[in-house]
């Protein structure tokens, strides 16, 4: 006789000691072992003994949902015809046919339909259901089955999101495609006006987000405040955030964002699209977003390939955001988070040169009285400074801050610090550069700023 046969043998004759035991101080009977465990002929004989197929542990968990875990259909089954209750939830208000959605077991999810469980029911802690649990894991085939049963595929959580928008998130086309055929509005949107669009973008799904465009997403659809294509570029160039611990998404797939680019454009996105919000996005930022043109948002992270597909796509290179800032203010620097917006000084003093050989001009002063000159010292960009100096951009203006590009290479107070370049200060010195406040004496101690100032 086999080692394996000798083992088989004690188990069984264990059985009837063990039917009613608890095993430890959590009070998990031997049908929660078995169910966990997915031992049928245990699961039997336990339920043979009288043990009641809805007996809780002292946390609350039922031998139902602890088959259901560990993906025993079978179990599952015998358990609901022996009275397992498909509706008895746990203290956190999670079904058992929210477990099944999750875990992904379609025999089960169908064996807790077919006894009467319920697919509307919503967990307590944030207000999800099964069909919900069932996208946010990529379980496509678990959505037919639910929406057959009931569960509305554009049913919303606490915090406003609907399955589709779980599918999304993750990038999965196959459960996104199955609730668009179940039903989903591909238009709806987050609270915030958010649409599947911009979330797939946001997270670099960009396949899923092409994809998105051909089952009829509407590539201006602007609600939340600005277009896909304005999302392509902070999502393809963000801050780097260094103080936020915010890292970029990892893009998924193999469309690029170039390519994306040219779907939206394919697809009727308008190139041109202003900005009419900002976002709250965790990212530091000090330009005035409103108004802004995907272009201008790619000038100012001086994105040049962007730049320039942009262009050939139609964008119009000298609209600028509701403060007159223009591309080039706001490539060389202008609106800048020192060293944490994106891009190097060399890409800026190249997107400088793009925008001149557009026609664009140095001399351009903005809103805030902010020059490209105020804009590459910020940057701490020494060859583009002299560069706008020799084409002149003016040197000395003032501007609502009190400061001058000089006052800025001094030392200003920006981002909860004090920030100086001093290697750039006695390069505008030797040019006559001026500031209204002596070396060390920073302006932020001395007079009232707007709030802006303070950045």
């Given at each position: 006789?086999?080692?394996?046969a000798i ?20 009070g998990d ?5 078995a ?6 002929a ?5 339920l043979?003994q009288?043990?009641?197929?809805n007996l809780?542990t ?36 999670e079904?058992?046919?929210m477990v ?7 025999a ?5 339909l077919t006894h ?18 069932a996208?946010a894991?990529?379980h ?6 639910l929406v057959?049963a009931?569960a ?6 606490d915090?406003?999101?609907?399955p ?5 998130r993750?990038?999965h086309?196959e ?5 668009l055929?179940?039903?989903?509005n591909?238009h709806?949107?987050?609270p915030d006006?958010?649409g599947?669009?911009?979330v797939?973008i946001?997270?670099?799904?960009y396949?899923?987000?092409?994809h998105l465009?051909?089952r009829g997403a ?8 600005w277009t896909?294509l304005?999302?392509?570029v902070w999502?393809?160039?963000?801050n780097t ?5 915010n890292?970029?998404?990892?893009q ?7 390519e994306?680019v040219?779907?939206l454009?394919e697809h ?6 202003r ?5 709250r996005?965790g990212?530091r930022n000090y330009l005035?977003?409103?108004g ?8 100012k992270v001086v994105?040049?390939e962007m730049m320039?597909?942009l262009l050939?796509?139609?964008?119009d290179?000298f ?5 007159g ?9 202008v ?9 190097s000084?060399?890409?800026a003093?190249?997107?400088v ?14 809103a ?11 940057r701490d960009?020494?060859?583009?400074t002299?560069f706008?100096?020799d ?7 003032v ?7 000089l ?7 920006y981002?909860n610090l004090?920030?100086q370049?001093?290697e750039?200060a006695p390069?505008l010195?030797?040019?006559g ?5 002596p070396a060390g004496?920073?302006g932020?101690?001395q007079?009232?700023y ?6």
């Amino acid at each position: 006789m086999g080692r394996s046969a000798i083992v088989a043998i004690l188990s069984l004759l264990a059985l009837p000691l063990l039917a009613h035991a608890q095993s430890d101080g959590d009070g998990d009977s031997a049908l929660h072992h078995a169910a966990h465990e997915g031992n049928l002929a245990a699961v039997e004989h336990a339920l043979g003994q009288g043990t009641d197929p809805n007996l809780l542990t002292s946390r609350g968990v039922t031998p139902l949902t602890l088959a259901i875990h560990g993906g025993h259909a079978a179990i599952v089954a015998r358990l609901l015809d022996a009275g397992a209750n498909p509706n008895l939830a746990s203290p956190a208000g999670e079904t058992p046919l929210m477990v099944a959605a999750r875990t992904g077991v379609v025999a089960s999810v169908e064996s807790l339909l077919t006894h009467g469980a319920d697919p509307a029911a919503r967990e307590d802690l944030r207000g999800q259901t099964a069909l919900m649990w069932a996208a946010a894991e990529r379980h496509a085939d678990v959505v037919g089955p639910l929406v057959a049963a009931g569960a509305d595929v554009d049913e919303r959580s606490d915090a406003g999101f609907n399955p589709l928008m779980f599918a999304t998130r993750l990038g999965h086309i196959e459960t996104v495609d199955a609730l668009l055929d179940a039903g989903a509005n591909i238009h709806q949107t987050l609270p915030d006006g958010t649409g599947a669009l911009v979330v797939a973008i946001i997270n670099a799904h960009y396949d899923l987000a092409t994809h998105l465009l051909d089952r009829g997403a509407n590539p201006n659809a602007a609600e939340q405040g600005w277009t896909a294509l304005h999302q392509v570029v902070w999502t393809k160039r963000p801050n780097t955030n260094k103080n936020q611990h915010n890292p970029s998404p990892r893009q998924s797939g193999w469309v690029t964002d170039l390519e994306l680019v040219r779907a939206l454009v394919e697809h009727g996105a308008d190139v041109n699209a202003r900005q009419t919000k900002e976002p709250r996005d965790g990212y530091r930022n000090y330009l005035n977003r409103i108004g802004a043109t995907p272009f201008l948002l790619a000038a100012k992270v001086v994105d040049l390939e962007m730049m320039r597909l942009l262009l050939a796509l139609g964008a119009d290179p000298f609209l600028t955001n509701e403060d007159g800032t223009t591309a080039l203010l706001v490539a060389a620097g202008v609106g800048v988070w020192p060293n944490e917006s994106a891009g190097s000084k060399e890409e800026a003093l190249e997107a400088v040169k793009l925008m001149m050989d557009l026609g664009d001009v140095v001399t351009t002063i903005d809103a805030h009285g902010d020059t490209a000159v105020h804009g590459a010292v910020l940057r701490d960009a020494k060859e583009l400074t002299e560069f706008l100096l020799d084409e002149g951009a003016e040197l000395n203006h003032v501007n609502e801050c009190g400061w001058t590009p000089l006052t800025i290479a001094q030392g200003i107070f920006y981002g909860n610090l004090g920030r100086q370049y001093p290697e750039l200060a006695p390069v505008l010195r030797e040019r006559g550069a001026t500031s209204p406040f002596p070396a060390g004496a920073p302006g932020y101690l001395q007079m009232d700023y707007p709030a802006r100032c303070f950045r």
